[in-house]
């Protein structure tokens, strides 16, 4: 728990599940050797095999979203309960970014990720969430109306940036900065174009978006235009005319 500078109550702070099973991502990243003396046998050709199984999550992804039109990722923390007011704010900023048009995609579980799916249902928007298999179970949150599971990290965050005109981000740990500088490094190295990334709640990135400006930029690690790249706000509407200015 946490106490507001401001003397307000203690902010409840949501623990990690613990976990219970070794994920795909673990079993894919052990070594050879490590497996065989865990296992005490010979596994020739099982990795090869494993390529098939790849491509079957990118064959499930892309039949599944290919028709969805125009789409936002909305990113966040799972940890954020339904009493932070980010949620309120994440739920009728989605609703607002369905009425224009977008379908959402999440990456199906609580928090900022369900409250963004309950604001596409809320516009009738299409409402999509790419689960991922962790060592704690990731229940599917109630408001998608397209579920793909995905064992393998890479494949997933491919259907984020494939299938979406922008990210917009809300307060999250490192899963949400992650997706963050991950689209910055492909806009930055051209790998995507005209991709806006928007970040919600100025106060919570503030720390940020200072340690860019005064360390980064100053030490010529980014550049102002790589700076400019990305737009925080606290407005619903000012997200939805940010992603809107930018055409594909």
Do not use: H
């Not at 494993?50 to 969805?68: A, K, P």
């Not at 963004?116 to 969430?129: D, K, L, T």
């Not at 981000?169 to 490094?185: H, K, Q, V, W």
């Amino acid at each position: 728990m946490s106490e507001d500078n401001d003397g307000n109550e203690p902010q409840q702070v949501v623990p990690p599940p613990p976990v219970s099973k070794e994920t795909e991502d673990e079993r894919f990243l052990q070594s050879t050797v490590a497996e065989l003396e865990e296992r005490g046998l010979f596994r020739g050709g099982k990795e090869s095999w494993r390529v098939f199984r790849i491509m079957g999550e990118f064959v499930e992804g892309f039949d599944e979203l290919s028709t969805l039109g125009p789409c936002v990722s909305v990113f966040g923390s799972a940890r954020m309960t339904r009493a932070d007011p980010v949620y309120d704010r994440c739920v009728e900023t989605v609703r607002l970014l369905g009425e224009a048009g977008y379908g959402i995609i999440t990456g199906g579980g609580p928090g900022i990720m369900e409250a963004a799916n309950r604001g596409a249902r809320e516009a009738g928007r299409p409402s999509v969430g790419c689960n991922i298999e962790l060592p704690f179970e990731q229940e599917v949150n109630g408001f998608i109306d397209i579920s793909i599971d995905f064992r393998y990290f890479f494949v997933r965050k491919t259907m984020f940036v494939k299938y979406a005109q922008a990210f917009v981000i809300f307060p999250g740990g490192f899963g949400t900065l992650d997706e963050l500088f991950e689209a910055l490094t492909l806009i930055q190295t051209r790998k995507v174009r005209n991709f806006p990334v928007v970040m919600f709640d100025t106060e919570y990135w503030a720390g940020l978006m200072d340690w860019i400006r005064n360390k980064l930029l100053k030490e010529g690690k980014v550049s102002k235009k790589d700076l400019d790249r990305i737009y925080v706000t606290d407005s619903p509407e000012e997200v939805v005319a940010r992603v809107a200015s930018f055409q594909p």
